[in-house]
Nanobody, 124 residues
Framework: QVQLVESGGGSVQTGGSLRLSCAAS????????MGWFRQAPGKEREGVAR????????RYADSVKGRFAISQDKAKNTVYLQMNSLKPEDTAMYYC?????????????????WGQGTQVTVSS
């Protein structure tokens, strides 16, 4: 099985930046797609960004395009989410996910593997 460990969450003011990290225990067909989802109180979980590890192809939800960037370090089995120009509406619990497939954001998905979540809070 694939284990995912997230880090990098925290509290920032509007316009600030954070970099989330998700370290995977292995790379395989079962984790070729990795992505970030978020869930704010009272809202459904939504996809934020997706990367296909084998091709580096990336996709983003419209709400974060131009502000967030997903990337990977294949040698470290780690994916990152660079979050710039943060807004209060970005406040949510962010979850790293992995599977043999993930849909394009903002679609939600029942992924095969999930991290424990890391809180991102943006104050106005």
């Amino acid at each position: 099985q694939v284990q995912l460990v997230e880090s990098g969450g925290g509290s920032v003011q509007t316009g600030g930046s954070l970099r989330l990290s998700c370290a995977a225990s292995a790379y395989s067909y079962d984790s070729d797609y990795m992505g970030w989802f978020r869930q704010a109180p009272g809202k459904e979980r939504e996809g934020v960004a997706r990367i296909i590890r084998g091709t580096d192809s990336t996709r983003y939800a419209d709400s974060v395009k131009g502000r967030f960037a997903i990337s990977q370090d294949k040698a470290k089995n780690t994916v990152y989410l660079q979050m710039n120009s943060l807004k209060p509406e970005d406040t949510a619990m962010y979850y790293c996910a992995a599977d043999s497939f993930l849909p394009p954001p903002p679609s939600t998905w029942t992924a095969g593997y999930w991290g424990q979540g890391t809180q991102v809070t943006v104050s106005s």
